[in-house]
Structures are given as C-alpha cells and as structure tokens.
C-alpha cells in the first residue's frame, strides 16, 4: 500500500472513530494534575511566580464585559494576509518592513499595525468604527453595509488636505502606485485572532488551571462559544493569501501550519474549562440571549448546547476537514490526536495509540527521525511536537511515555538525532531551510525549551504546556543516558535552579537534587564522538575538548523536503565559529519563495560543493563508502552520482589533528561526468588574501548565481591559497581573537576565482545584507565525459598557521607506471617539522586508469600501501610517529609494516 493510502486510511479512521457520545470530564487537566499545581504554587516562590503572572496575563480580559468579549470574534467575510506587505518599506517612513516586521497590540491598539522604524500606525482611518458600521443581523461583517464617509485619514479630517486619504484601509488594503498594503487583512491574523480572541482563551484557560475558579472559566468559554459559531466558514483558501495574493494555502482563520497548532490550542483550552463551565448558568443566559439576539442555530439554552456547539463546529469540523489542519508531518497527526482525545478518552484509546504507533513509525524513519531537512527548523519542529504530544498524553498517564518508548524504541534515536549532530555546543549544520548565516544555536535543539508555560511571540499571555525539562528528565529515567539530564542542566544556564519549570511536578525539590547527582557523575557536558548518519545522510567528524573542539561535516544527499541542492556539500565549526556556513534558511523576506535571492539558496553553487555544468543538483541520496574514526585522524568518503548524473562524484574528507588545539582538513572531490566542474568554497564575514595566484577581472558564473566582483587566474599552479582574516560579526569572540581560515588548493589544470557571494544576515525580519569572499575553482573540457579531482588542504588556525608547506607528491603502481590524477599523494609540512603524508586512491575509478591497489610513493620508494586512504607522520628525524589506515589493509614504511584494524595505529606494525 502507498504511503499516501496509509496516511489516507489513518485520517479515516480518526474522523470515522470519533463517538458522537457527550464527554464527562477534562481529560489533559484531570483533577489529580489540577491539585498538584496549586500545591506547588503554595510551597514554591518559583512556581507562585509563574501563577502570578498567569493571573496578571489574564486581567485584560477579565476587564472586558462579556459582550464585549463576544464581540471580539469577527467572520469569515473579511479578506486576511499573512503579510502587510512581504518585501515591502513603510508608506510614512519609506524604510524596509519586509515579512514578519510589522506589529500588532490588540489590546492596546486595536485594528492597527505599527512600523517597527518610524512607530506610525496603520491604517490612518478608524476601522474599528467602520468595522461596526457594517455588521448585519448575525454580527457579521458586510462591506456593502460600512458607512464610506468613515473612510478617512482622521489625522487629516479636511478632504482637501492631500493626506486625506493617506493610509486609509477599507479592508482590502491602502494602494499607493504598485504597492498594496494589507494593515487591516494583517491585523486579523495577527492582531485581533491571534491575540484578542486565541490569547483570551489561552490566558483565561490556563487561568482557571492554576485557579480553580470559575470565573476565568466562564470568560474562556464565551470566547470558545463564540469562536465555535463561526469557525467551520473560515476557509484560508479562499478568503486569504500569502506573500501579498502571489500564493495560497489551506487553513480556517490562519494559513495550514498555523490553523493546525490554532486548532490544538482551541482543543486544549475547552479541555482545561471544561469542567469549570458546569454549573456556569449565568453562562448559559447570556449566549442564549446571544443566540436569539443574532438568529444563530444553536438556542444555547443549556451546558450541553455550548459544549455541543464547540465540540461540532470546531473539534469535529477539523477531523472532518483534513486538509485546513494539514501541516508539516506529524503536526497534524498530533492535533487529530488531541482533538479524539478531548472529545472521548479514555473510550478511543486504542484508535489513538494505533495513530500514534503510526505516526511514530514514520517520524523515526530516517536515523530517529523523519529524514525531513532544517535542522534546527523543520527537522527540529517534528521531534518537538512529539516531546509537547508525549508529555501532553503523560498528564494523562503517567506510564504514557515508557509505553510508548517500549511500542517504538526509535523514539531514544529520535531525541539523539540533535544530541549527536550538535557540534561544539553551539551550533548545528545548517542544512536545508534552517537557522540564518553563522549564526549560534547554544541549547539542545530537540525540545522547546520553556518555563513549564511559554509566552507566545507577538502574543498576549501565557501558554501552559508542558515542561519539557520534566520530559527530558523522564527520558534519561527510561533509558539510562545521562545526556538528556545533562541537556536540560544547560539548557536552563548550567543550573538546577526553579527546576523543573512544571506546576504539575511531582516533587521538585527531588528533581534539583537528582539533576545535581547526574551532574556530579558525569560532568555538565555530553560527550560526543563522530557519527555518521546514513539514514539522514550526514556525517560529524570530531575531535578536540572545551575550548579546543572541532566539527568538520558533509552532507551527502540533496533536496527533499525542505532540503536544497546541496549533495558533498562541507562544513566546519572550530574556534567558537561556524568557520564554513551554510547560508541556511532562504531569504523569502526578498519577494519569497520563488524571488532570485531565495532561490540563489537553495541553489548548489551556493554551498561548499562542485557544480557541473552550471545545473543545480537533482533529487537523490549518496551513501558511504568509507568510516575511519581514529584518535588523531577521522576520514569518511561518501558517493552521490545520482545526483548530478556523471559516473562519478564522491568526496574524501578527513580531519587530521596537529596538536590539542590545532588540526587541518584534508580533502579530495572526484567528479566524472559534464564538461564544465566548478567547486566553490567559502568561509564566513572578512577580508581575503590570496598567494600563488595572478588574479585579473573576469566574467561573473552566471547561471542564475547571486555571485559578482570575479578576478581569475586561467591557468593556476597546483599549491595556490586564500587567507580569510574572519570578522568576528556577531561578537562571539573575545576581543583579541584573531581567526583565520586557510585555503590551499593541489588541484591540477584548473582556473581559480575569488568572488562575492550575497547572503542575508539574521532572520527573514531582516533586510541586513552582504556581500562575502568566495573561491571558485573550475574544470573546463570540450569534450564528456571530463574527470576532475579537486585537492584541498583547509587550515582553521589563530594568529599563526601551524602549516610549513603543502605540496603534492607523484603516486605509481609497483612497476613504476605512473598513476593518474585521481590517486592523490599530499605532504603538509608543519612549522614544528613534523611531516604528514595522506594517500588517497581513487576507488571507484570509474575510467579505469589504472588498478586501485598497490601504491607506491615516487618520491620515497620506502612507502608502499594498498589502503584506499592512509596517513603516516614523521617526526622531525624522519621516524614513523603515526599511522593511520583504513580496514584490512597496509602501509610499509622502510623495513616496517603497519596493518589497519580500522582505527588509528601508532608504532604497532608487523
């Protein structure tokens, strides 16, 4: 059966499972948790704290009289956006507001957005009067019906002043030459939905949680009640647009993957007040007189009516409109599940633990997680709303979670995936839609870290989710490994203190205490070794302690969801850097998905890659062809033909350690395939130096490339360099640190470039831009297939290079036959004398030049071996210091043999 039939067949079977039978009780907030939060608040000043301020978040609404609360909620009829403008400036300003820049206080200044430069509201007309003009009998909002004589700028009342009409947004937007401003289609989304309407159910919900009194109960539930009246004829697709009516997309009052989360949210308020609205009768009068008032359906006139009307028209509608909840997986799965379990746990369990085996099958796939790219982004944002799904459902049973790791043990892999990728401790490869240039990540990312409640951005108010240091407290009970212990330490700055952020802890005081005994056994920080991850088709090599740790990654498939083309592509963190960055989430902020610059991300020539013949990558994976994880010396060599079509295109990486605190990278990029090969390489913020070169004004790449400024040398001689001086952008140095990142290529027959390449600095709020050094080195053939071996010897280092002189050496076969280029022989001299010598065979050699096996260095016969990957380093006498090997086979140095067993040897031959 087709994934999609399964995936088909699980919704059916969620909408078809539901039972129309009343609920009795609050499921998520039974009792039992309900009293364990008020003990807390009692005995804690941390836990008093947080109870304060959920009270305090609540107060505006508790202000507000219950017609006007009524009232907050608006209809369908009026048009949304999910942008003021997305790559747009501020009419009054000029300045750039582009995306997510615009802001909204309801409360304070409703039916307006601010510019974040100037501080000017929009629109400059009273919409809310106009708003009211036009209700009709069932307190909907019809155009036809709003009074036009409202539509002015009320700071410029006079219709001969020329700002008259400056500003003014009669709901379709204020239009000013080509720019169309939607303030108003804007402020319902963000303003009046998500902070008057969902932040009142939010904070008066979470209220009566930590209360216990009714009165909270009765506000949430007019604003439920009313929000149910209206909410099955919201339908984003036809009513609102994205990126200013250039795309759509499904949903109820906001856009998919935000009605998804909305509608879990409705689901878990009613939950929390559920049994508050019981005995509520004057709750019961007034939506009644509501009821009759506006003619609605429902006649109200009991508990029931009001529980039915929520349940029906929100809860149920959503099961039954799949798609206007369809969100990136498992987000949807997780609000099907919490919707049939609000309306009928415990009688649906077992429908709800065959979706969740279901959905944890798939979202555990690929190396414990669904294989989705963004690391920090979407892959992350899968694994978080099954921590939040978990733990919610734990509430319920406090086994749920050891149930579920015994049902699905990937689940221990699923919550590793972002231990063992986390490099250095502060950042993570930025693969596919994630993160921003160079930029530090300095928590666990597998869980959404908070308080045990999470002020929601540009919202009111509170969120009273569940702790996550308490589930990742629970994980390391369940299986034993210390690092999620240690996570939740860092995570809340090194610490036990407040922990563990939950108002429904067992027993706190415990919990600090067991947190502390961890710590003191097994230190603060994980620790963490190389580890490839072919299922999700990333490889770590580490090496190095505290201040000295290193990271060099490969990433070796391209595209997918939310992935770019980027197969072979490298990255290194070393010296409190991200030293090689991966531009990271694309700048929609610039004209969106499809604008030059967003696509100039997702692009291959944009990444530490080869591109051949100009063309971006296609769809495929690569696989590994060789692991070595020594002390000293960590190689891996992974192949992706499939992506580009040739007969050959695998990457040879190696890290190689000098001392403690110095290391370099080896590397060798074998291409087969095209006529055109270009490898581009770059490094972060700063100025370039380049030696051995005579560089001279060139054409740009082209290619729908965002790279100006090239100067090239047509014929550069193997052993040329570029010298980055790193600026220190985001401050993360000390002041005196003097980073460098040194790149030195062997390649033959090639031409080298420098160039600029643009990115965009910070998030997609931002209109922050630059233009940073970039190095091309490029193959050109008349004829295919053209085979290239790309050499590189890249050195991190502070002040001063630890490196003498790299140069390549000649490679022969036993009866002195030469062998070609893609059987590559480097020494790098050290500055101390010390000399390393790496061989690297091609092993593919998919042109057959020459057997793959028995290698003999030209320049010092006393050197055979048959590896396909070696590294000798002689001390300053000459004598062997260190060998590395790849498995099951040998390197001879003058008279000794040394034999690979797959790790690193030193001085143990036979």
């Not at 030293?579 to 291959?604: H, L, R």
Request: glycine fraction near 10%; proline fraction near 4%.
């Amino acid at each position: 059966m087709s994934k999609r039939k399964i995936l088909f067949a699980v919704v059916m079977c969620v909408v078809g499972c539901v039972s129309a039978q009343a609920k009795e009780a609050g499921v998520f907030y039974p009792k039992s948790v309900i009293e364990k939060a008020r003990a807390n608040t009692a005995k804690y000043p941390w836990a008093a704290e947080q109870k304060r301020l959920i009270i305090e978040a609540a107060g505006p609404w508790m202000k507000l009289s219950d017609d006007q609360l009524w009232g907050l909620m608006y209809g369908p009829t009026l048009h949304r956006a999910w942008h003021v403008l997305s790559d747009g400036n501020c009419p009054s300003c000029k300045k750039p507001v582009p995306m997510y820049g615009w802001s909204a206080d309801a409360l304070k200044h409703p039916w307006k957005m601010q510019c974040p430069q100037c501080k000017e509201y929009f629109p400059k007309n009273d919409f809310g009067a106009y708003y009211r003009s036009g209700l009709d009998s069932h307190g909907i909002f019809d155009a036809s019906r709003g009074d036009k004589a409202l539509l002015f700028n009320t700071d410029h009342p006079d219709p001969k002043d020329p700002l008259h009409t400056f500003g003014v947004d009669d709901g379709a937007g204020y239009v000013e030459g080509d720019k169309r401003w939607q303030f108003i289609s804007a402020y319902l989304i963000y303003g009046q939905w998500k902070q008057a309407v969902l932040g009142g159910i939010r904070n008066l919900s979470t209220a009566y949680a930590v209360t216990g009194d009714a009165k909270y109960a009765h506000k949430a539930a007019i604003l439920l009640d009313r929000v149910a009246d209206v909410y099955p004829d919201f339908d984003y697709m036809t009513q609102a647009d994205l990126y200013d009516g250039r795309n759509h997309g499904n949903g109820y009052v906001s856009v998919w993957h935000d009605a998804c989360e909305e509608t879990r949210e409705l689901a878990m308020g009613y939950d929390m007040v559920f049994d508050g609205m019981k005995d509520d009768r004057k709750l019961v009068e007034f939506l009644a007189a509501k009821s009759k008032q506006y003619g609605l359906q429902n006649a109200k006139s009991s508990i029931a009516d009001i529980r039915a009307n929520v349940e029906d028209r929100i809860l149920r509608d959503a099961l039954n409109n799949t798609p206007k909840i369809s969100s990136n997986f498992p987000r949807t799965q997780a609000t099907q599940m919490v919707v049939k379990a609000v309306l009928d746990w415990p009688n649906n369990r077992e429908d709800v633990m065959t979706q969740l085996d279901w959905t944890l099958g798939e979202a555990t796939k690929a190396d414990g997680v669904t294989g989705e790219k963004g690391m920090t982004g979407y892959t992350a944002y899968v694994i978080r709303g099954v921590a939040m799904l978990l733990a919610q459902f734990s509430r319920v049973e406090p086994d749920f979670l050891k149930e579920a790791l015994k049902r699905q043990p990937r689940l221990h892999d699923m919550y590793r995936f972002h231990m063992d990728t986390w490099c250095i401790g502060e950042y993570y490869p930025n693969i596919g839609d994630s993160g921003w240039f160079g930029t530090k990540t300095t928590v666990y990312a597998g869980v959404e870290w908070g308080k045990g409640y999470s002020q929601q951005p540009n919202t009111y108010g509170f969120s009273l989710t569940p702790s996550m240091y308490t589930f990742a407290w629970n994980l390391y009970k369940l299986t034993g490994d210390t690092a999620f212990a240690q996570a939740l330490y860092g995570a809340n700055g090194n610490t036990t203190d407040n922990l563990p952020y939950d108002l429904f802890a067992d027993d706190p005081a415990a919990f600090q205490r067991d947190v502390r005994s961890v710590v003191k056994r097994v230190g603060p920080t994980p620790k963490l070794n190389s580890v490839n991850k072919q299922q999700w088709h990333l490889a770590i090599l580490r090496s190095g302690e505290a201040e000295y740790e290193r990271a060099l990654w490969l990433d070796y498939d391209a595209w997918g969801s939310h992935g770019h083309a980027d197969c072979m592509q490298i990255g290194l963190f070393s010296n409190g850097l991200d030293i090689m960055p991966d531009f990271g989430y694309a700048p929609v902020q610039f004209g969106g998905w499809g604008s030059p610059k967003a696509v100039w991300y997702t692009k291959t020539a944009s990444h530490n890659t080869v591109v051949v013949d100009g063309q971006d990558q296609g769809n495929g994976a690569g696989e590994t062809k060789l692991w070595t994880d020594g002390k000293m010396f960590k190689a891996v060599r992974t192949s992706g033909t499939a992506t580009m079509g040739g007969q050959q295109f695998d990457r040879t990486v190696a890290s190689v350690d000098i001392s403690d605190k110095d290391f370099y990278v080896f590397d060798v990029f074998r291409v087969v395939g095209g006529k055109d090969h270009a490898k581009f390489t770059g490094s972060s913020f700063g100025a370039v130096t380049a030696q051995g070169l005579n560089l001279q004004a060139a054409p740009d790449y082209g290619f729908g490339t965002e790279m100006r400024s090239f100067k090239s040398d047509s014929a550069a001689k193997p052993g040329w360099s570029v010298d980055w001086k790193i600026e220190d952008r985001f401050k993360y140095l000390k002041p005196d640190a003097d980073v460098h990142f040194k790149y030195t290529d062997l390649t033959s027959g090639a031409q080298a470039s420098i160039a600029e390449a643009w990115i965009a600095i910070g998030a997609y709020n931002s209109t922050d831009q630059a233009w940073i050094p970039r190095i091309m080195t490029r193959r050109q053939s008349d004829t295919a297939p053209l085979a290239s071996t790309f050499v590189a010897v890249m050195e991190p280092y502070e002040k001063i290079s630890s490196i003498a002189e790299i140069r390549r050496l000649t490679l022969e076969t036993p009866d002195g036959q030469a062998y070609g280029d893609s059987f590559v022989a480097v020494e790098i001299t050290l500055k101390d004398g010390r000399r390393d010598i790496i061989i690297s065979a091609d092993a593919e050699n998919p042109l057959g030049l020459k057997p793959a096996r028995g290698i003999i260095l030209q320049k010092d016969r006393n050197l055979k071996t048959d590896a396909e990957l070696c590294m000798v380093r002689l001390s300053r006498d000459g004598k062997v210091e260190h060998v590395s090997l790849s498995n099951g086979t040998f390197v001879t140095v003058g008279d000794r043999t040394y034999k690979g067993d797959g790790a690193d040897s030193s001085l143990s031959g036979g």
